[in-house]
């Protein structure tokens, strides 16, 4: 089994930086990547960003260039640097974590808290 963190949540104003860490904790051998994902009230879960165990990372949609993924091998922590906050990204932000040749996430955190105002 896998177990997964989000700390670093915070009430932050546009324009402001925020960092998330994700702790992975457990058979962390099995893991193959892990990805950031957000969901805002009333909308659908969506993907934010990954880095595979490589240390290669990729962010999607409107994050892409203001969000960066990173992982600390020694510490097996994952990292979701936050630049250029602003109030639409607003949301509950979760680290998930994914076996070699897997289709789905396996493994979720608890999530983390992200409010950006105006």
């Known amino acids: 089994q896998v177990q997964l963190v989000e700390s670093g949540g915070g009430l932050v104003q546009a324009g402001g930086s925020l960092r998330l860490s994700c702790a992975v904790t457990g058979r962390t051998f099995s893991i193959y990547l892990v990805g950031w994902f957000r969901q805002a009230p009333g909308k659908e879960r969506e993907f934010v960003a990954f880095v595979n165990w490589s240390g290669v990372s990729t962010a999607y949609g409107s994050v892409k260039g203001r969000f960066a993924a990173s992982r600390d091998s020694a510490k097996d922590a994952v990292y979701l640097q936050m630049d250029n906050l602003r109030p639409e990204d607003t949301a509950i932000y979760y680290c998930?974590?994914?076996?070699?040749?897997?289709?789905?996430?396996?493994?979720w955190g608890q999530g983390t808290q992200v409010t950006v105002s105006s």
């Open positions: 998930a974590a994914k076996k070699p040749n897997s289709g789905v996430y396996d493994y």
